[in-house]
């Protein structure tokens, strides 16, 4: 045991350690790629079956969509005003940019090499199968070109490219066609250049029949189609070339929500606008000649580090309709159902349930329904008398929004706090604020500069001639397709204190005061860094009087540098930290001296890991489920909650479910003080499973 002047040496130095210094922090938008490269490490895991490692492939490709649509669009935005200031990690807008152009370039060539020499001969050795031009018989080369002109050509538009018809503004993402001519048209014009958009209303993938083709599935790409048939889109020109292309845009909507009266009328007005934002990739085809690739990047104003040289489809997110189109349930994963606790099925008076006890679910692995159902009682129980929900997003045709609007032509007080500004469901949200509202419902957007990102549900119901609150917390979104798919906590109680606590919240939401000291709630902007602060500190204080110290959090991303800096010191008081983070991370762990104490695990597998858990193993309570994520837009500028797990054997649930994920090595890739993440171990025995497998075992129907 080393001795106290050895203890006290130590000390001094980590003292002397300034842990706010640049070189202990992971640049967040490289990281976030570091995330996507491991999702895409998932197509090359043959421990997936073969469409889930394809799916994982396109996963990542959509993936890698928004992260130059958002991320990479957000530091040319700041390049572009001026605002080049470093963050925590040091790194200027433009060294980011250039270090992500040499990643993203290598990680897209893995892409394409994995899709073409590992997965489609993959899928071929299945029968499925993408037929090339020159794989055509004659038979299909005739059921094609009669598709062609039939379903093709009489919704294409080319557009030839004079000073009548300069190069036409694309739409994001959208798949379009360089196409090189010679020859004169009928006005006389030679420009040699034109462009084909295709049409978004048709598919990308068309299956060919199956009297036509060797037994499986077969499928011929558009493009092919079109590359095929171009002369006749062009008639008395001769076809020197044809080339697809598409362009990313910048899709991050830019409402200046000051002075602003109508948000919603704002949004809609934004919405036109974000497909048609500033270029910043250009993906073309590998074979395009240099002089047609150099005037694309002339007329979109790219440099060669947002070019994209590919080969194969340039909009690969289209191939996720392909698991659909084949019957091939054994080349997916099984099937399951999901655990449904005793008390909580439809048939139950799920009042009576929870007046009981608290109901803690693990989603996917165990139901949603039980959720959907308790506001599916409410709506029709004659003793509720209202219902107040955040929404955030639930997806189209959302049962849930389904029972708030029976509850509000039942007559009964229903609010809804609806995220306007939920990334990529903007449009959906606007629809569905107007048919709450159409149905008598109070519609609200949560505060001006704050998104409200918190999942709530508060029912008051009359009993005895009282008044009482029943809640639903979690820690994801009220889309019961999501919960199919993701990792997250749901709290259903009757906890009075807590129905208190609710209750402020949506008082602060709807209404105008200060803010309510809560019982028991934790909330961002206000109490929820202060407080995760002080539990951290709290562990701090325990160690240094002799106790064990143990920290685990999880979440999606961890960048808030206050709340590295405190698992720093932590770490330096000897706490032992565990970090679930799955994707965005900024600190290093592993540093001698900083972060020895630290250890950082991302899960990638079947499910997304979507959970937020906190457990502070001298604090009590000691377990908390969250909506939000350790960065500073969720902790400084969201409407966030952050709910106890007051229930010890609930709390000892939870606790033993993270600690799964820390002690199975499969599907858990650990961070390392450089900023790689090393693989997951492979199976030693059959006995072996990744966590969310014995998850799904223990708490699902397989």
Not at 659 to 677: A, K, P, V
Request: aromatic share 6%; hydrophobic share 40%; charged share 25%.
């Amino acid at each position: 045991m080393p001795s106290n002047k050895a203890d006290k040496s130590a000390q001094d130095s980590s003292n002397e350690i300034d842990i706010s210094s640049p070189e202990y922090y992971i640049n967040r938008e490289l990281s976030h790629l570091k995330f996507n490269q491991r999702v895409l490490a998932q197509a090359l895991d043959e421990s997936h079956p073969l469409l889930e490692r394809l799916k994982f492939l396109l996963i990542f490709s959509s993936n890698l969509d928004e992260f130059f649509e958002i991320r990479v669009a957000g530091l040319h935005q700041r390049l572009k005003l001026g605002r080049d200031n470093p963050g925590p990690d040091g790194l200027l807008p433009q060294q980011i940019l250039d270090q992500l152009a040499e990643e993203c370039h290598a990680t897209v060539q893995l892409q394409y090499d994995t899709l073409n020499h590992i997965l489609i001969p993959a899928m071929e050795q299945e029968n499925i199968r993408f037929l090339r031009r020159r794989q055509w018989s004659e038979a299909q080369a005739e059921w094609i070109a009669d598709f062609v002109h039939t379903q093709v050509l009489p919704v294409v538009s080319p557009i030839g490219l004079d000073h009548a018809h300069p190069f036409p503004r694309l739409v994001n993402k959208s798949l379009n066609f360089i196409v090189e001519l010679e020859g004169k048209d009928a006005f006389g014009r030679e420009s040699g250049l034109a462009i084909v958009p295709a049409p978004r209303s048709l598919p990308r993938l068309i299956r060919l029949p199956d009297e036509l083709c060797e037994p499986g599935d077969n499928f011929v790409f558009l493009s092919s189609m079109i590359h095929a048939h171009a002369e006749e889109l062009f008639p008395g020109m001769q076809v020197k070339g044809c080339y697809q292309f598409r362009i990313t845009r910048n899709a991050d909507l830019d409402v200046d929500t000051e002075g602003v009266e109508d948000l919603a009328r704002a949004l809609r007005g934004e919405l036109h606008s974000r497909r048609f934002g500033n270029a910043v990739r250009l993906e073309v085809a590998d074979n395009c000649p240099d002089a047609m690739v150099d005037f694309l990047q002339k007329e979109v104003g790219l440099s060669d580090d947002e070019l994209y040289r590919v080969n194969g489809p340039v909009n690969l997110k289209r191939m996720m309709s392909v698991p659909g189109m084949v019957n091939r349930p054994d080349l997916l994963y099984p099937d399951f159902a999901p655990g449904l606790p005793k008390g909580l099925t439809r048939k139950d008076n799920l009042f009576d349930a929870l007046a009981a006890k608290d109901q803690l679910l693990l989603h996917p692995f165990e139901s949603f329904n039980p959720v959907v159902d308790l506001l599916r009682q409410a709506a029709k129980d004659p003793d509720v008398v209202a219902i107040k929900q955040t929404l955030y997003r639930t997806g189209d045709q959302s049962p849930m929004v389904e029972a708030l609007i029976e509850a509000a032509r039942h007559g009964k007080e229903v609010t809804a706090v609806v995220e306007l500004r939920a990334r990529f469901d903007e449009e959906e949200n606007l629809e569905l604020a107007s048919r709450l509202q159409e149905a008598g419902a109070v519609v609200v957007y949560g505060v001006v500069g704050y998104k409200t990102h918190a999942k709530m549900l508060l029912i008051v119901r009359k009993e005895a001639g009282k008044l009482k609150r029943y809640i639903h917390l979690g820690t994801g979104n009220y889309h019961s397709g999501n919960a199919r798919l993701y990792t997250d906590y749901s709290l259903l109680s009757a906890n009075p204190e807590l129905g208190e606590d609710v209750h402020k919240v949506f008082q602060m939401l709807t209404g105008m005061g200060k803010t309510e000291r809560s019982n028991h709630l934790l909330h961002a902007p206000f109490t929820l860094k202060k407080q995760l602060l002080k539990l951290i500190d709290d562990e701090i204080e325990a160690c240094k009087k002799g106790k064990e110290g143990h920290i685990i959090l999880k979440a999606n991303g961890l960048t808030e540098p206050k709340v590295v800096q405190a698992l720093y010191r932590a770490s330096q008081a000897g706490v032992k930290v565990d970090l679930l983070i799955r994707g965005m991370c900024s600190l290093r762990p592993g540093l001698p001296q900083v972060s020895e104490n630290i250890r950082v695990y991302s899960i990638i597998g079947r499910f997304l890991e979507h959970t937020r858990a906190y457990y502070f193993a001298n604090a009590k309570p000691q377990v908390y489920c969250a909506s939000a994520d350790l960065m500073e837009r969720n902790l400084n500028r969201r409407v966030e909650t952050c709910f106890p797990i007051s229930k010890s054997n609930l709390a000892k649930r939870i606790i033993n479910e993270l600690q799964g994920y820390i002690d199975s090595e499969l599907g858990r890739w650990e961070l390392n003080s450089e900023g790689n993440y090393i693989a997951p171990g492979v199976k030693q025995s059959p006995d072996d499973k990744p966590q969310q497998q014995q998850l799904l075992e223990l708490l699902g129907q397989l």
